[in-house]
């Protein structure tokens, strides 16, 4: 089963869409890495949905990409005495420790790492952004504060602090929990949140132990301030544009966008671009124009995914969801203005120590030599998965079919740009290299006989990191 599109579909299971005819559906319109919310359901609910995916797996003999979504802190407010408080623009409000019920005066806030913080002139951002506080006056375990934007606000209402890094590490007692079991069913991919700096990034790494890959949701403004550092510490990128929409202003959001998926691309990390990208679609069977073309343009932009949230996970419409988001993305991939926009934002090949290496090079010249002879297909041989990732940033005009004797890199493949990832024997030397590609190719529906394909790999064969050979061959 071959997708005829470079970019990946990630979608959100969830109430609507964790049956096995669901699933199937979902994953028949376009899925290619399924997405389970450690912030909802119950650890059999994600044991139920494993069993399914992998089952499904078996039966289409595809290799399917599971990324586990980590809730990471969740800052919120305390209770009120008499339920929700209007707060009125100008007047002062106080926020403290104490985990007595508040009232339009004050409310508790149980997080002295927020009030550590915390100096005069800081902003606190109460229910989604939709009211602002400024600091006036703070200490170890309050703030007095002077209200910005008004409005009403509920009880455990969400709390976010824009521009500061908050003393708080990004797993807690409960991303931990979900972490053990995400590895013990087979994640292939752990979604880290509130990422705030690299240093969360290498706690997180230490922890999963080489068990699964690493995606970074950026949603801080300090994780954009350090973009460079934190993606060449993850094995993938989330631009989680929902949070960075209520922590920064809306209007900077879409430049801010364009700069991480540009740090991915030229580091050769796989980028997703998430939230509400058809949130229509929860309740309408069509998405708007306006989300059509924000889907569209992280495609021209060259990202390797596009994810769906709440539109799969509990919408009214998840499989037209997906068919919609597959016809986007085919749409403007057959635009020839498509790959003029991907050639002229094409960078040169680095490394995270700032040069090309081997790797970098033979893939540079593959995308040249499948430009020139018009390949039919790039076939990869890769054990980690590396060298197929390299070959998908240079973003070249023929498919990749990646080979692996490895099934965890296959399924991780399922995010990679333009990767038709296959769980298949190594080869032994250059000739069965051939064969092998050849024989693949075909079999797979890239290639016809008499068609040329481009295959790289490395020397020794099954050794990881190695990508050293470019071989052109005949079906």
């Given at each position: 089963?071959?997708?005829?599109?470079?970019?990946?579909?990630?979608?959100?299971?969830?109430?609507?869409?964790?049956?096995?005819?669901?699933?199937?559906?979902?994953?028949?319109?376009?899925?290619?890495?399924?997405?389970?919310?450690?912030?909802?359901?119950?650890?059999?609910?994600?044991r139920a949905r494993f069993a399914i995916l992998r089952e499904l797996e078996r039966e289409t003999g595809r290799p399917i990409g599971i990324l586990a979504d980590l809730q990471g802190p969740k800052l919120r407010v305390g209770t009120f005495r008499d339920g929700p408080v209007q707060l009125a623009e100008g007047q002062a409000f106080r926020l403290d420790l104490d985990p007595a019920p508040g009232d339009a005066q004050r409310a508790g806030l149980?997080?002295?790492?927020?009030?550590?913080?915390?100096?005069?002139?800081?902003?606190?951002?109460?229910?989604?952004?939709?009211?602002?506080?400024?600091?006036?006056?703070?200490?170890?375990?309050?703030?007095?504060?002077?209200?910005?934007?008004?409005?009403?606000?509920?009880?455990?209402?969400?709390?976010?602090?824009?521009?500061?890094?908050?003393?708080?590490?990004?797993?807690?007692?409960?991303?931990?929990?979900?972490?053990?079991?995400?590895?013990?069913?087979?994640?292939?991919?752990?979604?880290?949140?509130?990422?705030?700096?690299?240093?969360?990034?290498?706690?997180?790494?230490?922890?999963?132990?080489?068990?699964?890959?690493?995606?970074?949701?950026?949603?801080?403004?300090?994780?954009?301030?350090?973009?460079?550092?934190?993606?060449?510490?993850?094995?993938?990128?989330?631009?989680?544009?929902?949070?960075?929409?209520?922590?920064?202003?809306?209007?900077?959001?879409?430049?801010?966008?364009?700069?991480?998926?540009?740090?991915?691309?030229?580091?050769?990390?796989?980028?997703?671009?998430?939230?509400?990208?058809?949130?229509?679609?929860?309740?309408?069977?069509?998405?708007?124009?306006?989300?059509?073309?924000?889907?569209?343009?992280?495609?021209?932009?060259?990202?390797?995914?596009?994810?769906?949230?709440?539109?799969?996970?509990?919408?009214?419409?998840?499989?037209?969801?997906?068919?919609?988001?597959?016809?986007?993305?085919?749409?403007?991939?057959?635009?020839?203005?498509?790959?003029?926009?991907?050639?002229?934002?094409?960078?040169?090949?680095?490394?995270?120590?700032?040069?090309?290496?081997?790797?970098?090079?033979?893939?540079?010249?593959?995308?040249?030599?499948?430009?020139?002879?018009?390949?039919?297909?790039?076939?990869?041989?890769?054990?980690?998965?590396?060298?197929?990732?390299?070959?998908?940033?240079?973003?070249?005009?023929?498919?990749?079919?990646?080979?692996?004797?490895?099934?965890?890199?296959?399924?991780?493949?399922?995010?990679?740009?333009?990767?038709?990832?296959?769980?298949?024997?190594?080869?032994?030397?250059?000739?069965?290299?051939?064969?092998?590609?050849?024989?693949?190719?075909?079999?797979?529906?890239?290639?016809?006989?008499?068609?040329?394909?481009?295959?790289?790999?490395?020397?020794?064969?099954?050794?990881?990191?190695?990508?050293?050979?470019?071989?052109?061959?005949?079906?």
């Open positions: 089963m071959r997708r005829t599109r470079n970019a990946k579909i990630v979608a959100t299971l969830g109430p609507a869409s964790s049956d096995r005819d669901t699933v199937r559906r979902l994953f028949l319109a376009g899925v290619d890495v399924f997405r389970l919310n450690f912030s909802h359901g119950s650890a059999d609910d994600h149980p997080h002295p790492e927020i009030f550590a913080a915390l100096v005069p002139g800081a902003e606190l951002l109460l229910d989604d952004g939709r009211l602002r506080l400024v600091v006036e006056r703070c200490g170890a375990d309050f703030a007095e504060t002077r209200v910005a934007v008004g409005g009403k606000l509920s009880e455990r209402k969400g709390v976010n602090v824009p521009g500061v890094v908050l003393p708080i590490t990004a797993l807690t007692a409960k991303d931990r929990r979900d972490l053990a079991l995400a590895l013990e069913l087979g994640a292939d991919w752990i979604a880290l949140s509130f990422v705030q700096r690299p240093e969360d990034v290498a706690e997180a790494r230490a922890l999963i132990g080489g068990r699964a890959a690493i995606v970074s949701k950026l949603e801080k403004p300090s994780a954009v301030e350090r973009l460079d550092e934190i993606v060449e510490l993850s094995d993938a990128i989330m631009v989680a544009r929902g949070d960075l929409g209520v922590e920064l202003p809306a209007e900077r959001v879409p430049g801010i966008q364009k700069r991480i998926v540009r740090a991915c691309r030229r580091l050769g990390r796989p980028v997703i671009v998430a939230t509400q990208m058809l949130e229509s679609m929860v309740e309408a069977p069509v998405p708007t124009r306006a989300e059509a073309s924000d889907v569209a343009t992280a495609i021209y932009d060259g990202a390797d995914a596009v994810m769906l949230s709440a539109e799969s996970a509990s919408g009214k419409h998840p499989v037209e969801a997906v068919d919609m988001m597959n016809r986007i993305i085919q749409e403007v991939e057959a635009d020839p203005l498509y790959r003029q926009l991907i050639d002229a934002s094409h960078s040169a090949a680095t490394t995270d120590r700032g040069a090309a290496d081997t790797a970098d090079a033979v893939c540079c010249a593959m995308r040249r030599t499948v430009s020139l002879l018009r390949a039919a297909a790039i076939v990869c041989y890769t054990s980690s998965g590396h060298t197929s990732l390299r070959a998908a940033r240079e973003r070249p005009e023929s498919p990749i079919l990646s080979l692996t004797p490895s099934l965890a890199a296959a399924r991780r493949l399922a995010l990679a740009w333009g990767v038709h990832s296959v769980h298949a024997e190594d080869a032994a030397d250059e000739h069965r290299m051939s064969e092998i590609a050849c024989a693949a190719a075909r079999r797979e529906g890239f290639a016809e006989a008499g068609q040329t394909i481009v295959a790289i790999a490395g020397v020794p064969f099954g050794t990881p990191g190695t990508t050293n050979l470019l071989r052109i061959a005949t079906v």
